[in-house]
């Protein structure tokens, strides 16, 4: 529900209204928020069903297949291999869950990526994203941004990311070895 001042209610939450001007305050600036804004239309996502939600706590669901497939990795390992991509190659939107790290790819770029405790996500699903403003150390449902989706638009290459990771893996084991 909608006040007429702008504000987004749930009817479990009404005690705390969030306006949408907060909102669009609250993020970096307002590039940052135009920005946000172009990359939902891409995809078809409703900047208003995104907004309300995000107005009452939660996060905003979005289609994935339709701009991008997301690779969801073990937390420790996927920080690592997205360190190890970060001013090497571009790295597109990337989102921290606490046990996870989902890494945003071109469309069937990941198919046939098999390892252990690694899946993607394709056409059909949906994955949900926090506010744009919700960067590393603030979380909103359990996620936060690690890279929020920008101007350019740019995706992770799922070549290098699946390079860095079984390279982070290989690594993560020799250091166990070595204990």
Same mark, same amino acid.
């Given at each position: 529900m909608v006040t007429a001042d702008g504000a987004a209610v749930s009817p479990s939450r009404s005690s705390r209204l969030v306006r949408r001007t907060d909102l669009i305050n609250s993020a970096?600036?307002?590039d940052d928020w135009y920005l946000c804004l172009d990359w939902f239309g891409k995809i078809g996502a409703s900047v208003e069903k995104a907004l309300l939600a995000w107005g009452v706590g939660e996060l905003a669901l979005l289609p994935v297949?339709? #701009?991008w497939d997301v690779v969801r990795l073990p937390a420790g390992d996927g920080w690592r291999a997205v360190t190890a991509l970060s001013g090497r190659v571009p790295v597109g939107p990337v %989102?921290? $869950?606490g046990i996870s790290v989902e890494v945003f790819v071109p469309i069937d770029s #990941?198919?046939?990526w098999t390892a252990? *405790? /690694?899946s993607v996500l394709k056409s059909g699903d949906l994955i949900g994203v926090p506010h744009p403003s919700f960067s590393s150390p603030r979380i909103q449902r359990a996620k936060s941004w690690v890279v929020a989706p920008s101007s350019g638009h740019a995706l992770t290459s799922a070549d290098d990311l699946r %390079? #860095?990771? #079984? /390279? $982070? *893996?290989v690594g993560t084991r020799e250091e166990a070895c070595l204990r």
């Open positions: 970096s600036g307002p297949g339709r #701009a %989102l921290h $869950t #990941a198919d046939g252990p *405790r /690694v %390079l #860095a990771y #079984a /390279v $982070t *893996r």
